[in-house]
C-alpha cells in the first residue's frame, strides 16, 4: 500500500498533508512541453488512480482517488480539477475533494507530464493557508486504459449547485423568482440520481451528447421538471432551459466549491429577481430621477433631471452585479444633453424601497479622479402608480393577473384581507382567492378539497399549512385574514375569529411574480364564485384595528352575462416617443414607446439606440395606428400598421399613431428589412429610421429598399449601428478563453483560433460546407510545426435560438507527437462537444490578419498527409 493510501485512512489533518504530499513529487527542472494522453492513470502499486479527459479548450479534467481502477478505496480520498497548460508545459488549475472523498478540501494543483503516458504531482497548496508543501520523489502515475465509455458517468458525479429561474412570469422575459440549492449525484446504470437539498423528490441526470438531461419529479405535490443542459467552461457548469409544471426558464449547475463561477453564466442575482426594477428619486430634491431595469448580467440605469421628456441631463449606464449584493458600472451623459460628463456609479441595495447610490464624475475625456471623492446617497422607490396605490382588475372571469408591487408582500412580515362568497358547486380541486409565487414559493390563501378555508406560507426552513376548524359556508360573504410575522406566528382568521396559528421561525421565501386573484399557477384551482375585495399590508396588522392598506386590489368579480365591462379611463400621456434598441447577440432591433416596454427590453439585453419619432396617444380622421410585434422565442420586436402578426411574432399592443399623409414638420418612418442568408436561419432584421440619408448605408450593408409605414414628427436621431448577420462569418468566443474566427471562402469554411491571448499557440482549420450551409467537416491543425496535433471537426450551425447564433463543435484528435519524437495516430479517437457563441460580425484588424496569412499558407489535410508519411518512414509512427 502507497503512503498515500496508509496515511488517508487517519483521522488527523496533519496525516491528510502527508497523505497528499506522498502524491506530490519535488519541483523537477523545465522540460519541453508534452501532451498527456486522456485515459486513466495508476501509480506503481495502483493503490491510487486518476482518470484525465481533454477538454474542448485543450484544458484537462481530473479525477483522482485512492484505489483501482474499479474499486475505489471506501474511505479514501476523491478530487476533482480543471488544470490549463502552463508556458512551461505544466499542468496547473483547481482542485476540490468529492462528496465521497474523506476530507473535505480544495487548493491548487500542479502536475508535471514526464512523456504523454505518465505524470508527477509537483505542487499541492490547499487553501487553508498552510502554504505549499514538500514532495516525495518516489510516485509515479502512469497511463494504464483509454478513456472508458462511462467517463461521462464519472465526470458528472458528486455535489453541484443548482440554480433555475423562470422567463415566462414578467413582461419581456425578464428572470424571476431564483430557486437556489445543492444536488449530490451518484452513478446508477447509465445515469446519475441524488437527491436535491431541502426538496422531497429526487433528481435524475443522464449524460447526453456535449451535455446532459436533468429530470426532477416530487409525487407528493404533483411537480415535475425537465432541463435540456450542454456543458461550458469546460465542464464546470451545465447550462440551458427548462421546462416544469408551473413554466419555463433557464437553469444552471455549477459544480459546488470550485473557486471561480464560469464565465457569461446567466443568474437572476436576487431571490426576487427584477426586485429593483422601476423609477426612483433623490428625497433631497424631489425632481432627480433614476430608471433602473433588471438585465442578465445586472442593472441598466437611466438618470434624468425633471421631466423623461425634456430633462435638464440624461445619463445612462450599465452596472454588473459585485460583491455584497453591490452593482458597479461606468455610465455617462448621452449625446446633446448636459453636461459632459462620464462616470463611475454603484449602487447598493439597503431595502426594498431604498438604494444607497455612490457616484463619482468627471468631464469626457479627462483622467478619473480619487475615487474617494464620490458622493454617497440614498434613493427612494417613486410612485409611479397613477392609481394612487389601487389596481382596477378587468372584469373576465378567474383568474385575473395583476403586475405584483415590489416588496410586496414583505419577506418578513405582511397580511391580507379578502372579501369572498364561495360556490361550491361540485368542488374537487383547491379553490384559490389568491396567490403568488409556485413551488417552493407559495404564498396561497385558497379553500381545500374538503370545504375548509386554508393558507400556505412556503418559508426558508419550510412550509406552513393552515386551517379553519370548520367548512367554509357556501354561497354566503366572508371576510379572511392571513397574517405573518417572522419570528411570531402565521395566523388564519375568517369571519372575525381566528381560526389556526403556527410558529413562523424564518421569512417567507419571496417571489416577484404577479398576483393571481381567483387562481394560481397551478392547473385547475380556478375560484368558483365571487371575491369581493383583496388588500395587502406589508406589515403584519390587527385585524380589529388595521392601518389603511398598502395596496388595494378591486376584483369585482365576473359582470352578468348583459353587463359589458367597462374600460378603465386612458391615463397615457398626448404623445409618445418611439425608441429603437438593439441587441448585441441576437444581431436584431426592437421598438418601445413606454418605459415599461423599453424597460423589458433592456432587461432581455437589448441597448437602447435613442428615439426616433414622437407618436400620437389618440387617433382620429386621416391618423394610421402602428402596432408592436414581439418574437415569440427571442423578444425581438417589429413595428407594422397592420395588427396582424407575422410567423413567428405575437401582438404585443399599440405603439401609438401618426399620420397617414405628409404634412408640415413631418417626415415619412422608413423601414428597411434585412432578408435571412441563404446560409443562416436569420430572422428577417427590421430598421425604422426617419432618416432618408441614412438608407443608402443601410441598403450597402445589406438591407432591402425602404418602405414607407407612416408620417411623424421626427426627433434627434442617433446614426443605426451597423447589423450582424447570423451567419458563419465573424468573430465566435469559445468556452474557457477560447477566440476564433470564421470566414467562408466560397463553398470552403476557414477557423482560426487561439487560447488566451494571441502570442500563445495559434490553431487553423479548413472545411467543406455541406448543401444548404448549415454544416462543416474537415481537418484543423494546432501548434504547425514539429509539434502539431491534428483533429478532425465537425461544425452546425444554430442560428435561430434565443441566445443568438451558436455553432456546436464536435472534434476528433487524429495525431499527436509524443516527447521522444514519435507521431501518435488515433484508431478510434473520442469526440469531444462544445459550442462557440457569437461577439462581433467582424474581428480584430490583428486577428484577421492572422487568419488571412493562416490560409495562405496551411492546408491541414496535406499536413497530416505528410506528418504521417514523414513518421512512418523514419519508423516514429505509433497506433493506438
Known amino acids: 500500500m502507497t503512503v498515500l493510501a496508509q496515511t488517508i485512512r487517519r483521522p488527523f489533518f496533519p496525516r491528510l498533508a502527508a497523505l497528499l504530499l506522498a502524491l506530490t513529487l519535488a519541483m523537477a527542472l523545465p522540460a519541453a512541453a508534452v501532451e498527456l494522453e486522456a485515459g486513466l492513470y495508476q501509480s506503481r502499486d495502483a493503490q491510487a488512480s486518476c482518470r484525465l479527459a481533454i477538454l474542448p479548450d485543450g484544458s484537462y479534467a481530473l479525477h483522482m482517488w485512492q484505489g483501482g481502477a474499479n474499486q475505489p478505496h471506501e474511505h479514501g480520498f476523491a478530487l476533482a480539477g480543471r488544470l490549463l497548460v502552463a508556458a512551461d508545459g505544466r499542468l496547473v488549475g483547481q ?17 508535471l507530464p514526464r512523456n504523454a503516458e505518465s505524470f508527477r504531482v509537483v505542487a ?11 514532495a516525495a520523489e518516489d510516485t509515479v502515475f502512469g497511463l494504464v486504459a483509454r478513456p472508458a465509455e462511462g467517463q461521462a458517468i464519472l465526470r458528472l458525479g458528486g455535489q453541484w449547485r443548482l440554480r433555475y429561474w423562470h422567463t415566462d412570469l414578467l413582461p419581456g422575459n425578464q428572470p424571476s423568482d431564483l430557486v437556489d440549492g445543492q444536488i449530490d449525484l451518484r452513478a446508477d446504470g447509465d445515469a446519475l440520481r441524488g437527491q436535491w437539498s431541502g426538496r422531497p423528490g429526487q433528481v435524475l441526470l443522464s449524460p447526453a451528447p456535449g451535455g446532459a438531461r436533468l429530470e426532477y419529479r416530487d409525487q407528493s405535490a404533483g411537480f415535475s421538471l425537465e432541463a435540456d443542459l450542454r456543458e461550458q467552461s469546460g465542464g464546470l457548469a451545465l447550462c440551458g432551459t427548462f421546462r416544469s409544471t408551473l413554466g419555463a426558464g433557464q437553469l444552471q449547475l455549477t459544480r459546488l466549491g470550485l473557486p471561480a463561477d464560469p464565465p457569461g453564466a446567466v443568474e437572476a442575482r436576487s431571490s426576487r429577481g427584477g426586485r429593483w426594477d422601476g423609477l426612483w428619486v433623490d428625497p433631497r430634491t424631489g425632481s432627480d430621477f433614476y ?8 442593472l441598466g440605469l437611466t438618470a434624468y433631471g425633471g421631466s423623461p421628456r425634456n430633462p435638464r441631463y440624461l445619463t445612462r449606464g450599465q452596472l454588473t452585479a459585485g460583491q455584497g449584493g453591490a452593482f458597479s458600472g461606468p455610465a455617462q451623459d448621452a449625446d446633446g444633453h448636459c453636461c459632459g460628463n462620464q462616470g463611475w456609479v454603484t449602487i447598493r441595495p439597503l431595502a426594498d424601497d431604498a438604494l444607497e447610490v455612490t457616484a463619482l464624475w468627471w468631464p469626457k475625456g ?18 409611479d402608480d397613477a392609481s394612487g396605490g389601487q389596481a382596477d382588475v378587468k372584469r373576465q372571469g378567474w383568474p385575473q393577473v395583476i403586475a405584483a408591487r415590489p416588496g410586496l408582500p414583505s419577506t418578513e412580515s405582511g397580511a391580507l384581507r379578502a372579501g369572498f362568497v364561495w360556490r361550491m358547486d361540485g368542488q374537487t380541486n383547491d379553490n384559490t382567492i389568491f396567490s403568488q409565487g409556485g413551488y417552493g414559493r407559495d404564498m396561497d390563501l385558497f379553500i381545500d378539497r374538503a370545504g375548509h378555508l386554508a393558507a400556505r406560507v412556503a418559508t426558508t426552513a419550510g412550509a406552513l399549512e393552515l386551517r379553519s376548524h370548520n367548512a367554509v359556508a357556501p354561497n354566503t360573504a366572508h371576510e379572511a385574514w392571513l397574517i405573518y410575522q417572522n419570528g411570531g406566528q402565521a395566523k388564519l382568521w375568517l369571519d372575525g375569529r381566528q381560526q389556526d396559528a403556527v410558529d413562523m421561525a424564518a421569512p417567507w421565501v419571496g417571489s416577484n411574480s404577479p398576483y393571481i386573484v381567483g387562481g394560481s399557477r397551478w392547473p385547475g384551482r380556478e375560484f368558483r364564485g365571487e371575491i369581493t375585495s383583496l388588500e395587502l399590508w406589508d406589515q403584519a396588522q390587527d385585524v380589529n384595528h388595521p392601518a389603511p392598506p398598502a395596496f388595494s386590489l378591486n376584483p369585482d368579480g365576473p359582470p352578468p352575462a348583459d353587463a359589458p365591462a367597462q374600460a378603465a379611463p386612458d391615463r397615457r400621456p398626448a404623445t409618445l416617443t418611439l425608441a429603437r434598441w438593439r441587441h448585441p447577440s441576437l444581431f436584431a432591433h426592437a421598438y418601445a414607446s413606454d418605459p415599461a416596454a423599453g424597460a423589458a427590453l433592456q432587461a432581455q439585453g437589448f441597448l437602447p439606440e435613442g428615439p426616433i419619432c414622437r407618436l400620437w396617444a389618440q387617433g382620429g380622421p386621416g391618423m394610421v395606428e402602428l402596432w408592436a410585434h414581439i418574437h415569440q422565442r427571442t423578444g425581438q420586436v417589429v413595428v407594422s400598421a397592420s395588427r396582424h402578426s407575422p410567423p413567428g411574432f405575437a401582438e404585443r399592443g399599440s405603439l401609438g399613431h401618426a399620420s397617414a399623409q405628409a404634412g408640415q414638420g413631418l417626415k415619412p418612418l422608413l423601414s428597411l428589412t434585412m432578408p435571412a442568408g441563404d446560409d443562416s436561419a436569420n430572422r428577417a432584421d427590421q430598421l425604422c429610421t ?3 440619408d441614412l438608407t443608402e448605408a443601410l441598403q450597402a450593408w445589406g ?10 414628427e421626427p426627433l434627434d436621431e442617433r446614426q443605426a449601428a451597423p447589423p450582424f448577420d447570423q451567419g458563419w462569418d465573424g468573430a465566435w468566443r469559445g468556452e474557457g478563453w477560447g477566440r476564433f474566427l470564421l470566414q467562408r471562402q466560397g463553398g470552403h469554411l476557414v477557423m482560426f483560433w487561439y487560447y488566451s491571448t494571441r502570442r500563445g499557440p495559434h490553431y487553423f482549420g479548413r472545411y467543406a460546407l455541406e448543401p444548404g450551409g448549415r454544416a462543416a467537416e474537415g481537418l484543423a491543425v494546432g501548434k504547425p510545426g514539429p509539434e502539431a496535433t491534428y483533429y478532425r471537426h465537425r461544425l452546425e450551425l444554430i442560428a435561430d435560438g434565443p441566445e443568438g447564433p451558436r455553432i456546436k463543435l464536435t472534434a476528433w484528435r487524429l495525431a499527436a507527437p509524443m516527447d521522444d519524437g514519435r507521431l501518435v495516430r488515433f484508431k478510434k479517437p473520442a469526440p469531444t462537444v462544445t459550442e462557440l457563441h457569437k461577439v462581433a460580425q467582424n474581428a480584430p484588424r490583428a486577428d484577421a490578419d492572422l487568419l488571412r496569412e493562416t490560409a495562405e499558407k496551411l492546408d491541414p489535410d496535406q499536413m497530416l498527409r505528410e506528418a504521417l508519411t514523414r513518421a512512418q518512414g523514419q519508423n516514429r509512427l505509433v497506433e493506438r
Open 124 to 134: 499541492f497548496t490547499p487553501t487553508d493557508g498552510q502554504g505549499q508543501w514538500a
Open 690 to 692: 426617419t432618416r432618408a
Open 291 to 298: 430608471q433602473i431595469g433588471t438585465s442578465a448580467t445586472g
Open 703 to 712: 438591407y432591402a429598399e425602404p418602405v414607407v409605414l407612416a408620417h411623424v
Open 366 to 383: 479627462a483622467p478619473q479622479p480619487d475615487p474617494s471623492r464620490g458622493q454617497t446617497f440614498v434613493i427612494q422607490r417613486a410612485n
Open 95 to 111: 482542485f476540490q475533494s468529492l462528496p465521497q472523498s474523506c476530507c473535505p478540501l480544495h487548493g491548487r494543483l500542479e502536475l
